[in-house]
């Protein structure tokens, strides 16, 4: 059940997944600087090592031991910290919406690292938002 909270962040994963048009100007981009052409696999690396690091830093939350993997909760965050990071050195011209994504990224990684979010809570810990019904539930034997 913990495993189902953890997913696959690899460099081949996130290169099938990239959109065709950042896929196109990433190729473009290694073809014209044929010494970019590990960057990618670089910045999926890095951004692995962030969100893991967000993670550990609660031990409230468990830990997948794959290095490769993310929490599910963080993965479309790291996806877009990565296209990102690899558009701005590329240097496309990035949309004003593209900064609103980074910011979402940054606040879930503060709100994981704080503890207000735990993507991947231990074993008989709560989610949230969670609730138990009392015992008697206000109900009178």
Known sequence: MLEDAWTDFSAERVQEALPSDVRAHYLQWVNTYPDKEGRLEELVAQTQQLFRMAVASNPENWMDPDPEKI?????????????????????????????????????????????????????????????VAPENAGVLP
């Open 71 to 131: 929490p599910v909760t963080g993965y479309q965050h790291a996806f877009n910290m990565m296209i990102f990071h690899l558009m701005m050195e590329s240097g496309a011209q990035l949309v004003p919406e593209v900064y609103t994504l980074m910011t979402r990224a940054d606040i879930w990684l503060r709100l994981v690292q704080r503890g207000a979010v735990t993507p991947s809570p231990r074993i008989g810990a709560m989610g949230s938002p969670s609730y």
